[in-house]
């Protein structure tokens, strides 16, 4: 996948609306492979909506949205299925672990299904995220920050041209925000993929060649 399109899309709850001030919602939008963007946006703005729709959990929006030109709304299980396995990573923003499995358990889920990380490269990622001590802690017991840092790894553990990424260090001290930008980055450079980040808040700091306001 090399390009992400938006043609005057709007969430179906914003229809009635015609205060809607926006760098994305009713304009025409494209994120391409290679690029980091950053979508800033206010509580209530439709941030979540936007990352639901672009993963093919929802689909309660107005107007397009296409992948390399082709209509999401016309994919059907079996399509979002390689597309999230082969083309789009994500990050969740609430990350959905499992609390009963350990970390390094968590991780192994997503990379036995894509077979596309050695064992030494994801315990390196655990050293360098300063969580190498909680590779065998199960998930319930570990902090939020430290579950950011986890879900982030599994969603490293696949190929993809696009990687969202959901307020990926909203509970990250700056060095392990730092820490974790540069791991992310490094995986991408070498896939050569597109990056989407979004933020209510405190933002990953990377080099953005686009800001966009939600």
């Known amino acids: 996948m090399d390009k992400i399109e938006l043609k005057n899309t709007l969430p179906m709850v914003f229809a009635l609306r015609d ?19 950053l979508v800033e946006a206010d509580s209530g703005t439709g941030k979540s909506s936007l990352c639901s ?36 990573g994500y990050l969740f923003q609430e990350l959905r672990l499992f609390p009963e499995l350990t970390a390094y358990e968590n991780v192994a889920i997503k990379n036995n299904l ?6 030494k490269q994801i315990e ?7 969580i190498g001590d909680k590779m065998h802690e199960k998930v319930g017991r570990m902090s939020f920050g430290q579950r950011q840092r986890v879900a982030m790894m599994r969603a490293l553990a696949q190929p993809f041209d696009f990687l969202l990424a959901d307020e990926p260090v909203s509970h990250l001290d700056d060095e392990n925000g730092r820490v974790m930008g540069e791991i992310m980055m490094d995986e991408v450079r070498r896939q050569g993929a597109g990056v989407i980040v979004t933020s209510i808040g405190k933002r990953m700091m990377l080099d953005y060649e686009k800001i966009f306001r939600l």
Request: with cysteine; proline share 0%.
């Open 124 to 130: 390196e990622w655990f050293g360098a995220l300063g």
């Open 53 to 88: 729709y672009l993963v093919g959990y929802r689909d309660d929006y107005q107007g397009i949205i296409c992948f390399d030109g082709q209509n999401i709304r016309n994919n059907r299980v079996k399509d979002w299925v390689e597309i999230r396995k082969r083309s789009l």
């Open 19 to 37: 205060d809607i001030e926006s760098d994305v919602w009713h304009k025409d939008v494209t994120f391409e492979r290679g690029h980091v963007y």
């Open 114 to 119: 894509t077979g596309f990380k050695k064992r």
